[in-house]
């Protein structure tokens, strides 16, 4: 699966739900269903290729500065919560995940992170875009028995990051996270 065609799925997904395409507040965000809708449509190999996708997009996010934006908006730098983070980006749509990768001091524009930095609701991580695309696999085939090793053979030989890439700092230390993510700083440090 092309990149494009990756991104033109979630596109698809966060125009049918709408100007409520960036609500990660549980209960009611519409977008995972949304989703699974969408890929529930694509025949089963396209799912797994749309899985090897998340997991080279998911790879390709794996980056020190990007951990500890999210370690500044969402107040957790588990691996659990870092995973959950950068599939909410996705979520969030290519320009934006590809900005933040990027510039993660950039997140400091999102009306969702300058909710968050006041207290007024609103989260960008999502528990976790694999179930969705399990769920997509189960309405397409009837089954998921098939899921776990479609799934092995696809990755099988794909180099993963061992740790995250990117200049590294204390993000325990205020100063440092001051000088390298100014932005996002100035809304949830001061």
Do not use: C
């Not at 995972?32 to 997009?57: M, R």
């Not at 969402?74 to 983070?85: I, P, Q, V, Y």
């Not at 989260?123 to 009837?142: F, P």
């Not at 098939?146 to 200049?167: C, Q, V, W």
């Amino acid at each position: 699966m092309e990149i494009s065609t990756w991104w033109g799925i979630v596109e698809q997904a966060r125009a049918a739900v709408g100007d409520r395409a960036d609500d990660r507040d549980p209960p009611d965000d519409p977008l995972p269903d949304a989703l699974v809708d969408v890929l529930a449509a694509l025949e089963p190999a396209d799912i797994i290729d749309f899985y090897v996708k998340h997991v080279e997009l998911t790879d390709s996010a794996e980056r020190y500065p990007l951990m500890w934006a999210a370690f500044l908006i969402e107040g957790s730098f588990t691996d659990d919560g870092f995973m959950d983070f950068r599939d909410g980006l996705m979520l969030l749509g290519h320009e934006t995940f590809k900005r933040a990768v990027a510039d993660p001091d950039s997140l400091a524009d999102l009306s969702v992170v300058l909710r968050m930095s006041r207290d007024e609701g609103g989260w960008i991580g999502y528990e976790t875009l694999s179930y969705l695309i399990k769920d997509a696999y189960q309405r397409a085939r009837g089954e998921t028995d098939t899921f776990d090793t479609a799934l092995e053979a696809a990755i099988k030989g794909m180099t993963r990051p061992e740790l995250p890439s990117g200049g590294n700092w204390d993000p325990e230390d205020d100063d440092a996270m001051r000088h390298h993510l100014p932005r996002l700083a100035a809304l949830f440090l001061d």
